[in-house]
């Protein structure tokens, strides 16, 4: 475990910064660490007459480290135990622990108990804390602080020399060119530069430490040895070493703040154009992505299979699920770097920012719409389109079924009708042929209904656009002329056979009976095996319901048709009877019909048989609509919560952007917290996609338990990211205007209180007219023209509405930006010393080489007063700098 943890509130205490116990198994590291500290804390010491020459020893007793503690820190401790005793070396110990810990330093595994025994590691890392507490968590260097802000320090101040690349605090200093950059940026005359070589690393380290500890009152800390030897030296020994550095030479940052200053002015004009440049690249290509993908969503092609239109809505899940939340992302951050750039564009007082035509914010919020549009449209399409094509499906299986059964029923039919054997038959045969025929003709009305039937999904398929309508027309026309034929030919007969009939007076009536109950029987059986061989599609569990509470009163007739059956086949016995006791010469089977008891049994064993197969089909549909059912109440129990939890929060932002409660910071930090309570919430707007995805799946198509649909849910999600995105740059930009304007709390809180008062539609934003009055009731004389000016300043883009922020960028503007002036004037003072202007060559020597340049050039056409060449007044450095602005 590392000797201190890590503590958010301190900068310095960063992770990497850490002791490692670990890396004292390298000997070179703890040798280099001992001589380093040792060095480090003698240069203190001494002040105080006093030194050490064991580190770990010198300190067991916790004298020589409480009078460290005492130097460095200009504090008094606690009075030290003078005893030798174990328990008086603890107590000292103990009371220098207690001090670090009162300076906000927490440490970690290191004890009293392990200093007073000499334990060398917890020494070095007890040391190596104070050092960080006291020689280098001060240091700051624009806006960095601690480790990162000496490192920032070492590369500005080497920047301009050759050879040297510092970024880090080991390898960066092996050659000894690091060293010698920093002492003769400083003092020049004590080092002459141009005679080191980078491949002579020991010369290099033994100038550089000689020369700091003559000159400059650093104690040589390190030899060259230490560090040449090394593969890689220790970065706490290096950074200990390069902290008295900078401790040696931070009476010289007068002339690095003001050129720092220029720099930043220049880093804000450099950041500007490259915002620029970054929302016209972004704003093309979310256009472009628009621009492709609208004609896509267009596309009303429909297709002829299931499964090619479930590709289809497969590829639109993909569209939805990974291609759009990026480009909404990336719509929200456009308009969020549009805001920024325009609000940093006024803060420094420079023309707002237009973009290319056709990219404005407005363009592409038209154009997105446009997207949405095609997108609704797209999805209602593929619905209907599958909706259609099941619908085809079940039609098109539903006429083949029964244009089978009906080609089963005709086949060998015109044969029959077209046989002359009544021409040769006898009297009684004459009679079995009438009554055959008179059967015959009630079987071929009782097919009429299928007949009708079958016609009418034909036209049904083709009103629905069938692809295979063609086939299908064709197949119905033959049937249907094969009906017409089979009406002609059976009236033909029956007139014939009635002709006959004149001369044949006898008919067995038991024939008959049989042949008249028999027929409509079996036209029962076979609608009966018709229906239960029927396909069926339901939606909803009450469909469901209606066909199995119908099967089950199919099924309560079927004793009483069982009764009808063995009424039939009575008749057949009785026949077979008759015949047996009379010895009746009949010639063949029954005369007038074709049914016989065989048949009639194995069609009642077919109902029989077809009877369970219906049954286990209408449950295992009630089971798939009674979890279609637990989809639908599944998805509306979380969408009836989702739903109102968005609206919510859009309410609850919209009340948090308007009212006054806090502090910018206090809104600011309450914001975030909301935004992050909102994203931590997005594992249930997943949960509901995958639930809305199950349901799609299922082709689930309504859902009587909820209001939502899953794209009022998607469009409140967006919404609601975006507008705490949006509300969250409106508060940073309030802070950042109140800031560089000088606006205190009290202020601020007037300008949200006046505005309030005149947002009378509690939109966040005034309307002209609204705003001219806000105008007048505090002051001004407005007249039409005045108005405009003032208009064009807060509403540039003319939206007709202005803005919390445009409001607090006027009020403030009328005010001077005079801190920026009186530090552009105290920068041309440090750099222009007691001459009245300043030198190119002065520029390049106190800033970096690029930055020095880009300045250079954008001062080119400014000449001074004394008209040497790249001299500049203070008005025109301050031109150059900042444009022709009140400065």
């Given at each position: 475990m590392d000797p201190y943890d890590d503590d958010d509130d301190q900068v310095y205490m960063q992770q990497e910064d850490s002791w490692d116990r670990d890396l004292l198994l390298d000997p070179a590291w703890e040798k280099q660490q001992r001589k380093t500290f040792t060095a480090w804390c003698n240069s203190h010491l001494r002040k105080a007459g006093t030194q050490i020459d064991n580190i770990?020893?010198?300190?067991?007793?916790?004298?020589?480290?409480?009078?460290?503690?005492?130097?460095?820190?200009g504090e008094r401790l606690a009075k030290p135990e003078r005893g030798k005793m174990r328990v008086h070396k603890i107590s000292n110990v103990n009371k220098a622990l207690?001090?670090?810990?009162?300076?906000?330093?927490?440490?970690?595994?290191?004890?009293?108990?392990?200093?007073?025994?000499?334990?060398?590691?917890?020494?070095?890392?007890?040391?190596?804390?104070?050092?960080?507490?006291?020689?280098?968590?001060?240091?700051?260097?624009?806006?960095?602080?601690?480790?990162?802000?000496?490192?920032?320090?070492?590369?500005?101040?080497?920047a301009p020399y050759k050879n040297v690349n510092i970024q880090n605090f080991h390898i960066s200093w092996k050659d000894g060119l690091g060293?010698?950059?920093?002492?003769?940026?400083?003092?020049?005359?004590?080092?002459?530069?141009?005679?080191?070589?980078?491949?002579?690393?020991?010369?290099?380290?033994?100038?550089?430490?000689?020369?700091?500890?003559?000159?400059?009152?650093?104690?040589?800390?390190?030899?060259?040895?230490?560090?040449?030897?090394?593969?890689?030296?220790?970065?706490?020994?290096?950074?200990?070493?390069?902290?008295?550095?900078?401790?040696?030479?931070?009476?010289?940052?007068?002339a690095e703040t003001a050129a720092n200053r220029i720099c930043k002015v220049l880093a804000v004009n450099q950041e500007n154009e490259q915002l620029m440049e970054d929302y016209e690249k972004l704003a093309s290509d979310l256009l472009e992505w628009i621009r492709r993908t609208v004609p896509?969503?267009?596309?009303?092609?429909?297709?002829n299979t299931m499964q090619a239109m479930q590709q289809k809505l497969e590829d639109f899940r993909d569209y939805r699920r990974q291609h759009k939340p990026p480009k909404v992302q990336e719509k929200c951050q456009l308009e969020i770097n549009f805001n920024t750039l325009q609000t940093k564009l006024r803060l420094s007082n420079r023309p707002a920012f237009m973009p290319s035509e056709g990219k404005m914010v407005s363009d592409i919020s038209n154009a997105w719409?446009?997207?949405?549009?095609?997108?609704?449209?797209?999805?209602?399409?593929?619905?209907?389109?599958?909706?259609?094509?099941?619908?085809?499906?079940?039609?098109?299986?539903?006429?083949?079924?029964?244009?089978?059964?009906?080609?089963?029923?005709?086949?060998?039919?015109?044969?029959?009708?077209?046989?002359?054997?009544?021409?040769?038959?006898?009297?009684?045969?004459?009679?079995?042929?009438?009554?055959?025929?008179?059967?015959?003709?009630?079987?071929l009305a009782a097919h009429q209904d299928r007949v009708e039937q079958i016609a009418a999904i034909a036209q049904e398929l083709n009103e629905l656009d069938y692809y295979d309508s063609p086939s299908v027309n064709a197949r119905c026309q033959r049937i249907c002329d094969q009906w017409d034929g089979l009406g002609n030919m059976t009236q033909k007969r029956s007139e014939a056979l009635q002709r006959t009939e004149k001369l044949l007076e006898t008919i067995d009536q038991l024939y008959l009976e049989f042949a008249k109950r028999a027929a409509p029987f079996n036209n029962w059986m076979e609608g009966a095996m018709e229906d239960?061989?029927?396909?069926?599609?339901?939606?909803?569990?009450?469909?469901?319901?209606?066909?199995?509470?119908?099967?089950?009163?199919?099924?309560?007739?079927?004793?009483?048709?069982?009764?009808?059956?063995?009424?039939?086949?009575?008749?057949?016995?009785?026949?077979?009877?008759?015949?047996?006791?009379?010895?009746?010469?009949?010639?063949?089977?029954?005369?007038?019909?074709?049914?016989?008891?065989?048949?009639?049994?194995?069609?009642?064993?077919?109902?029989?048989?077809?009877?369970?197969?219906?049954?286990?089909?209408?449950?295992?549909?009630?089971?798939?609509?009674?979890?279609?059912?637990?989809?639908?109440?599944?998805?509306?129990?979380?969408?009836?919560?989702?739903?109102?939890?968005?609206?919510?929060?859009?309410?609850?932002?919209?009340?948090?952007?308007?009212?006054?409660?806090?502090?910018?910071?206090?809104q600011l930090t309450h914001l975030r917290q909301y935004e992050k309570n909102i994203v931590n919430y997005k594992p249930k707007i997943d949960q509901l996609e995958g639930d809305h995805q199950l349901i799609q799946e299922a082709l689930i198509f309504d859902n009587k338990h909820t209001n939502y649909t899953m794209e009022h849910i998607r469009v409140g999600w967006e919404q609601l990211l975006t507008t705490i995105a949006r509300t969250i740059n409106e508060i940073e930009n309030q802070i950042l205007t109140r800031d560089a304007k000088g606006i205190s709390q009290e202020q601020m809180?007037?300008?949200?209180?006046?505005?309030?008062?005149?947002?009378?539609?509690?939109?966040?934003?005034?309307?002209?007219?609204?705003y001219k009055t806000c105008l007048i009731s505090m002051g001004y004389s407005l007249g039409e023209a005045e108005f405009s000016r003032i208009m064009s300043i807060v509403d540039p883009n003319r939206m007709g509405v202005v803005t919390f922020q445009a409001f607090i960028d006027f009020m403030s503007r009328e005010t001077a930006d005079t801190d920026t002036a009186d530090q552009v004037m105290a920068s041309f003072k440090v750099l222009a010393g007691d001459k009245s202007y300043i030198l190119a060559d002065e520029l390049r020597r106190e800033l970096p080489p690029d930055q020095a340049e880009y300045c250079i050039a954008r001062m080119a056409p400014y000449t001074g007063p004394d008209g040497a060449p790249g001299a500049l007044d203070y008005m025109s450095f301050s031109t150059a700098l900042y444009g022709e602005s009140d400065l």
């Open positions: 770990e020893e010198d300190f067991r007793d916790g004298l020589k480290l409480m009078l460290l503690l005492e130097v460095i820190s207690d001090f670090i810990a009162g300076k906000g330093v927490k440490l970690v595994s290191i004890g009293a108990e392990e200093i007073v025994d000499g334990n060398a590691k917890m020494t070095l890392g007890m040391i190596w804390t104070i050092i960080l507490r006291f020689a280098i968590q001060d240091i700051s260097v624009e806006e960095t602080s601690a480790k990162e802000g000496l490192l920032l320090w070492c590369q500005r101040k080497t060293f010698c950059a920093l002492i003769h940026r400083h003092r020049p005359e004590l080092i002459d530069y141009g005679k080191l070589r980078k491949d002579d690393p020991m010369t290099n380290l033994n100038t550089a430490f000689e020369v700091a500890e003559k000159y400059l009152d650093i104690p040589k800390m390190l030899d060259a040895e230490d560090i040449v030897g090394t593969a890689r030296p220790d970065q706490k020994a290096i950074m200990t070493y390069v902290s008295s550095f900078y401790h040696a030479f931070s009476g010289a940052q007068k896509w969503l267009e596309n009303r092609a429909p297709e719409g446009g997207l949405e549009g095609a997108e609704k449209g797209y999805e209602e399409w593929l619905l209907n389109e599958i909706r259609r094509l099941e619908r085809l499906d079940h039609l098109a299986e539903k006429f083949r079924q029964k244009a089978a059964i009906h080609e089963a029923w005709t086949h060998g039919k015109e044969e029959m009708l077209q046989h002359r054997d009544y021409e040769t038959a006898s009297l009684s045969e004459i009679k079995a042929l009438l009554k055959k025929h008179e059967a015959f003709e009630s079987d239960l061989q029927d396909t069926f599609i339901v939606h909803t569990i009450e469909e469901i319901q209606g066909l199995s509470t119908a099967h089950e009163q199919f099924k309560a007739t079927l004793p009483e048709a069982d009764k009808e059956r063995q009424a039939i086949l009575g008749i057949h016995n009785e026949i077979a009877k008759i015949v047996q006791t009379y010895h009746v010469n009949i010639a063949g089977s029954n005369p007038y019909t074709a049914i016989d008891p065989q048949e009639v049994n194995a069609k009642w064993d077919k109902v029989r048989q077809l009877v369970p197969q219906r049954d286990q089909a209408l449950i295992e549909e009630h089971a798939r609509q009674q979890n279609n059912e637990r989809l639908r109440r599944q998805f509306a129990n979380q969408a009836n919560v989702i739903g109102p939890w968005i609206q919510t929060k859009m309410e609850e932002i919209g009340r948090i952007s308007i009212e006054m409660h806090g502090t910018l910071e206090d809180n007037e300008f949200r209180a006046s505005f309030n008062h005149f947002d009378r539609k509690r939109t966040g934003m005034m309307d002209a007219e609204d």
